[in-house]
């Protein structure tokens, strides 16, 4: 009980694999071909052994190439999929960023979408009555909160994803390269409320190809290499040893 109210996430020997199915036959040749040896899959190991605690109030990156298992580990932590084995425990009201959009109901509109997206984050309709006015603000979108969001830009679907998620009052924040969407002005005023929170105590973990980013925010850094911790401490030591490899 004291190891959960010191920390925010556990990660306890963590595995997790996929599926990859073999056959794929387009035509009805193939598929006639492929008859009796269709369903014929590989399991994919994505993660493997993955042991780290999160402590409350630490601002951790995720880093890694492409395939690393980065995003993976985030959408476990958010319980939107789960380990084949070990577990992972969190402490705390939690929200994420990891797929643009995701929740948004592209026939309505971005106010009615910011009820629907606070929803899924547990927000009652009297709280996120409360907070509109906030969340409409920060996203900059007053003049088209009104309109479907199929109308919307990617840059627009970020702003409205992101000015809910960080009014929802959470104690972990968990993002997936996000910021690497929209223009410059609104990736800075981002960053700059993330430098706020981080001063309120949250707790975040970002996946990002930014070192600079993770250079400016993190004092943590977890380096996953073929879904296993290469790395796991001191910021400027990992992003150093990462350009150099990755260079």
Same mark, same amino acid.
């Given at each position: 009980?004291?190891?959960?109210?010191?920390? *925010?996430?556990?990660?306890?020997?963590?595995?997790?694999?996929?599926?990859?199915?073999?056959?794929?036959?387009? &035509?009805?040749?193939?598929?006639?071909?492929?008859?009796?040896?269709?369903?014929? !899959?590989?399991?994919?190991?994505?993660?493997?052994?993955?042991? &780290? !605690?999160?402590?409350?109030?630490?601002?951790?990156?995720?880093?890694?190439?492409?395939?690393?298992?980065?995003? $993976?580990?985030?959408?476990?932590? %958010?319980?939107?999929?789960?380990?084949? !084995?070990? !577990?992972? &425990? %969190?402490?705390?009201?939690?929200? *994420?960023?990891?797929?643009?959009?995701?929740?948004?109901?592209?026939? +309505?509109?971005?106010?009615?979408?910011?009820?629907?997206?606070?929803?899924? +984050?547990?927000? %009652?309709?009297?709280?996120?009555?409360?907070?509109?006015?906030?969340?409409?603000?920060?996203?900059?979108?007053?003049?088209?909160? /009104?309109?479907?969001?199929? $109308?919307?830009?990617?840059?627009?679907?970020?702003?409205?994803?992101?000015?809910?998620?960080?009014?929802?009052?959470? /104690?972990?924040?968990?993002?997936?390269?996000?910021?690497?969407?929209?223009?410059?002005? +609104?990736?800075?005023?981002? +960053? #700059?409320?993330?430098? #706020?929170?981080?001063?309120?105590?949250? $707790?975040?973990?970002?996946?990002?190809?930014?070192? #600079?980013?993770?250079?400016?925010?993190?004092?943590?850094?977890?380096?996953?290499?073929?879904?296993?911790?290469?790395?796991?401490?001191?910021?400027?030591?990992?992003?150093?040893?990462?350009?150099? #490899? &990755?260079?």
């Amino acid at each position: 009980m004291k190891e959960i109210e010191e920390y *925010s996430i556990i990660v306890d020997d963590v595995y997790k694999t996929f599926n990859v199915y073999l056959d794929k036959a387009n &035509t009805i040749k193939e598929k006639l071909l492929f008859l009796f040896s269709r369903n014929r !899959k590989q399991k994919r190991v994505v993660l493997e052994g993955i042991h &780290t !605690k999160i402590k409350k109030g630490e601002v951790v990156a995720l880093i890694g190439t492409n395939g690393s298992g980065k995003s $993976t580990l985030l959408k476990l932590m %958010t319980k939107i999929i789960y380990p084949n !084995k070990g !577990k992972i &425990t %969190t402490q705390g009201k939690l929200t *994420s960023l990891l797929e643009l959009g995701a929740g948004f109901h592209p026939d +309505f509109s971005g106010r009615e979408n910011i009820y629907f997206n606070a929803s899924i +984050f547990g927000l %009652t309709r009297k709280e996120i009555d409360e907070r509109i006015e906030d969340i409409i603000e920060f996203s900059e979108l007053r003049p088209f909160i /009104d309109n479907p969001v199929r $109308t919307y830009s990617s840059g627009m679907y970020m702003r409205l994803a992101f000015s809910v998620a960080i009014n929802v009052d959470a /104690d972990i924040l968990l993002i997936d390269e996000i910021l690497s969407v929209g223009d410059e002005h +609104f990736q800075n005023k981002c +960053f #700059e409320k993330m430098l #706020e929170l981080k001063k309120q105590g949250k $707790t975040m973990v970002f996946v990002t190809h930014s070192m #600079e980013s993770v250079k400016k925010l993190c004092d943590r850094t977890i380096w996953l290499y073929n879904g296993k911790i290469r790395m796991d401490g001191n910021t400027k030591e990992i992003v150093e040893e990462y350009v150099k #490899e &990755t260079r």
